[in-house]
């Protein structure tokens, strides 16, 4: 059964940095795309940073921000966010993706006091 293991979350004031990790099972299949999305309280979940053949996207908001990197050799994808505003808040789910479907973690908490 493949899984993927999240952690890193927690509360940060303003200004603060937090680093997301999430490590997915090996499986016979590469995995070709790994990222981050998050979910803010009443809101859709939205794509947050998404590696896929090491072509690297970010969300606009986060662009300045953060920084998504892959370590293909342990299956883990790493989010680095530095400057947090109280608009990152949510819960953050690792995205995986190979040939057959997509993988989602069970998401982690991200809080940011102002």
């Known amino acids: 059964q493949v899984q993927l293991v999240e952690s890193g979350g927690g509360l940060v004031q303003a200004g603060g940095s937090l680093r997301l990790s999430c490590t997915g099972s090996?499986?016979?299949?590469?995995?070709?795309?790994m990222g981050w999305y998050r979910q803010a309280p009443g809101k859709q979940r939205e794509m947050v940073a998404i590696?896929?053949?090491?072509?690297?996207q970010l969300s606009d908001s986060v662009k300045d921000r953060f920084t998504i990197s892959r370590d293909h050799a342990k299956n883990t994808v790493l989010l680095q966010m530095n400057s947090l505003k109280p608009e990152d808040t949510g819960v953050y789910y690792c995205?995986?993706?190979?040939?057959?479907?997509?993988?989602w973690g069970q998401g982690t908490q991200v809080t940011v006091s102002s």
């Open positions: 995205y995986m993706r190979n040939s057959v479907r997509d993988y």
């Open positions: 090996r499986t016979i299949f590469e995995w070709e795309a």
């Open positions: 590696n896929e053949n090491e072509t690297t």
